[in-house]
Structure formats: structure tokens, C-alpha cells
């Protein structure tokens, strides 16, 4: 749950202990400090995040409304004070409400209903997850996803993976066996030695197909396949 943090701006130190307690007993609100004039006021609030004042108006060094005047980006405000003829002037400074000394708990809640609360921030989407393969290379096991592939090129019982990295893994594995074990149905077969990441062609025509920079050959029996897919991928 979302609370707001309250700072107290009160001289009287039995006024002030009220408002803590009844803030602390308050599940949306949470107690954030206390001070006795509203130039100690200014300089908590430089180094501490506030939500909202409980501020009362007749304070020593600078008055209440007077801090609340020189305030660039004042948090939300309740007014807290003996004396009614303030109240117009408090609303006019946009206060939330203005509480008359002495209050109880039912008027302070009243009060904090008033009070605007954020909704909370709505959690960030987990990150999709990305396909990946371990292949075995020299002993060890490489990862590989899926979406850095380029093309893949057969080297008879081996293939040769070519990422967008620049890095290269060769693993046993043959072309059509490679396919099956990726079944991402991004790799387009375009000749017998050689499968290429749709996503990643750069261009293509009726003979050969570009991607990474490097010229492919479509294969005549692959021709008519290949056309359709890419055909298909423009639009």
C-alpha cells in the first residue's frame, strides 16, 4: 500500500505528539518528522521527500500561510490551528483542510480523507524471454540465441552458426537436423548448405540473398519456396 510520508510543522510540543500519534495510528500515513518553526520546515524538506504538512499557522520566526507562500512545489497541506479566521485564506492557498484546535481522531480522519493518494505504480511487465541453445563446441557447451542468428552453413557432419555479433560455433550437427532441433520457424532452407534468419535479410533477389553483409546462393530446387516465404514477409 501506498503512504504518504507527513511532516509536522508545530511549536507546541503536546500539539505536536498528538498529530505523531495519530499519524502513526493511521495505515495510509507514515511519520516522516517534526518541526518546531518553518524555517527548520525549509530545510528538512531540501534533503527529505514529504507528501504532506500538517502546518500550524501561528509559528514562531515566520508564520504558517507566510512558509506556505515561499514554498515552490508545496506537498499537500492540512492546517492545524486555534484560530478560524485563517480558513479562508488557507483555502485560498489550495490547503487539503484546515483543522480547528482541539480536534479528535474522527476529525483528523476526516481530514486525511480528503487527502489525494497515488496509485501505485503498476509493476513493469517481466522481460520476454529470449530462445536459446547450448551447442556443444570443442568440449564446452556455448549459448546461442536464437534471435542473434544469421545463417547457419553446412559443412557436412558440422554446421557453422554466424551470429550478429560476429561470432562464429561450430557444432556437429547436420543442416536439416540443425533446423528441426531449432524449430523457431525464423530459419528459411535457401540451398542445401545453408539456412538464413528471416528477420535479418537485407536484401534478396531471384538468385541470391544478402544478410550480414554476405551474398548467399538460393538453390534452383529452393527457388520457388523462398520466393513465397519472402514474398510473404514484405507484405
Do not use: W
Not at 508545530?10 to 500519534?21: N, V
Not at 488557507?90 to 480528503?114: H, I, Q, S
Not at 561470432?167 to 532441433?181: C, I, K, S
Not at 544478410?211 to 546462393?217: D, F, I, N
Amino acid at each position: 500500500m501506498t503512504k504518504l510520508r507527513c511532516l509536522i510543522v508545530e511549536d507546541e510540543p503536546l500539539a505536536a505528539e498528538g498529530l505523531e500519534e495519530f499519524i502513526r495510528k493511521t495505515p495510509v500515513l507514515e511519520f516522516a518528522g517534526a518541526c518546531g518553526d518553518a524555517l527548520a520546515a525549509l530545510e528538512f524538506l531540501k534533503n527529505n521527500p514529504v507528501d504532506v504538512l500538517f502546518l500550524d499557522i501561528h509559528l514562531p520566526k515566520l508564520k504558517g500561510l507566510e512558509f506556505l507562500k515561499i514554498l515552490r512545489d508545496p506537498p499537500q497541506v492540512i492546517l492545524t490551528t486555534a484560530y478560524h479566521q485563517y480558513a479562508l485564506e488557507g483555502y485560498e492557498l489550495n490547503v487539503v483542510d484546515y483543522l480547528l484546535k482541539p480536534f479528535g481522531f474522527t476529525r483528523f480522519l476526516a481530514a486525511v480523507d480528503k487527502l489525494s493518494i497515488p496509485e501505485p505504480a503498476a509493476p513493469a511487465p517481466p522481460e520476454p524471454s529470449r530462445p536459446f541453445h547450448f551447442f556443444n563446441e570443442n568440449k564446452r557447451q556455448v549459448r546461442v540465441f536464437n534471435d542473434e542468428i544469421l545463417y547457419v552453413e553446412s559443412l557436412k557432419e558440422y554446421v557453422k552458426i554466424h551470429t550478429a555479433g560476429g561470432d562464429t560455433v561450430v557444432t556437429r550437427f547436420q543442416l536439416g537436423e540443425f533446423e528441426d532441433h531449432l524449430k523457431d520457424g525464423n530459419l528459411l532452407r535457401i540451398h542445401r548448405s545453408f539456412l538464413v534468419a528471416k528477420d535479418k535479410i537485407e536484401a534478396f533477389s531471384a538468385t541470391e540473398v544478402e544478410v550480414g553483409g554476405r551474398k548467399l546462393p538460393i538453390g534452383r530446387s529452393y527457388r520457388a519456396e523462398v520466393e513465397q516465404a519472402l514474398r510473404v514477409l514484405g507484405g
